[in-house]
């Protein structure tokens, strides 16, 4: 079961995923902080897996907990030992021996694995990228390279948070690589030279054709294996570039065409979000050459204004600018149009290189499963560092074992014949109705206020604070099994054909 994690988030209770963490500091036996970490990222079945036989936290006075930064406030010897007790019982394989089944490749070019950094402030230079080739990840999309004079303004990010007080949703206002093209191109030689094995996608944004057509030769004589467009910088609009190429199908056709003019390699498309649908400008990139579509770049908004100065967030001087949001809170308007593209039959020779809110291997898979052939990631570095590979590596494979599945290729796009485009095409003649675990509720009714105000009326307590169910009345729409914080509501097993009036 790969939908309901044993162990989760928050009961890690304040676990701040610290770096050198004390807990492992201190223990001889075991990484603690690697297996919190696992947890954290959705991966505690292969951390689990991998544990040695006996649990060596029996007769331990816990030393981790009192070293703990946050000392005796993390529960990290009782997380180890229902890692013994409750997971490790019910797993279905061993720790793979290897990472052959994460092998794949990017427009015909090798990866060790399907996980890139994309470009921007996680891939900016030589030695950022050397680590993080180092820590594991199979490549990088170097921070975008022009020839604009790029200043850039402080502060430039601003965050939201979700309950567990990780950042969900990320905005910033960063524009382009600050350094010269001849710089790049330096770091770029070295890049290569000393990783040769691993991807370098050169991320490019001319002002004209020519710079589209320059930029994009230089980056393949200087050793670049891929060319990445950027046509969606969302902070350079009042230019005519970044993604206002992008929401134009003949713009994105001219600096495409421009691009694959000056190089033979392998050209991506970067598309930008602020659209409604990126499949135009898709077919115009494919048609001009593009082998495959990155997507998404970061979409417009507008985070944390004020109340008291009415500025939003990030205030530079008093005045903020709309900006480009990321992360987490992303990730399903992302899905949606890389399954978009991946449904339209022109588009089925294109490559897919999907990135937005990817923090776990759930999320890698998700993309997958909608038709992405390779995966970037930005926010979640920023947020946790280039050691979240780690865990994406070993869950997705811990998982592709677990099913019997060898090649990545075998898993993309399997999701899209269940899906459809239009909700009209769907089944609307049963009803699957809630069924309710009397054993998990303790009676706080949160279920029966959603379904009063926001569904049909259909639930009321009984004496013994415990939901009941008029079934004349509910239309099976799940708000309930959705607001649950005891997860004591789950759907029924069987549908049941609606009552014809
Ligand atoms: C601080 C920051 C800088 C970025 N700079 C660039 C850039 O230079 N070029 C580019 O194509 N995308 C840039 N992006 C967009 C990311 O590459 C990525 O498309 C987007 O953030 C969605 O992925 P994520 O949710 O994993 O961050 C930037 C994003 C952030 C947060």
Known sequence: MITENVLCRSDMIRCVLCTDAPCTSVCTRLDPASI??????DNEKCAAAKLPDTNPCIECSAPCETACLRCGQVPVRELIDRMYD???PALDAAAPQNEERLKTSICGVPLENPFLLSSSAVSATYDMCARAFEAGWAGAAFKTISTFDVHEASPRFSAIYGNDGAITGFKNIEQLSDHSVEENMAVFRQLKENYPSKVLIASIMGQNEAEWEQLAAECEANGADIIELNFSCPHLTDKGYGSDIGQDAEAVRRFTAAARRGTQLPILAKLTPNVNTMVPMAQAAREAGANGIAAINTIKSVTNVNPHTYVSAPAVHGRSSFGGYSGLAVKPIALRFIAEMRMEKELSDMELSAMGGIETWLDALEYILMG??????????????????????????????EKGIRHIADLVGEGIDSLSANPDHLEKDSVLFPRFMQDRCIGCGRCVVSCADGGHQALHLNNDRRPVLDGKKCVGCHLCILVCPQKAIRPSSTRIIRNPQ
């Open 36 to 41: 919190l970490r696992s947890i954290w990222f």
């Open 372 to 401: 992405a052939n390779s995966l970037q990631v930005t926010t979640a570095v920023m947020q946790y560092g280039y050691r979240i590979i780690d865990d994406l590596k070993a869950g997705l494979n811990y998982y592709m074992a």
């Open 86 to 88: 409750e997971i490790r």
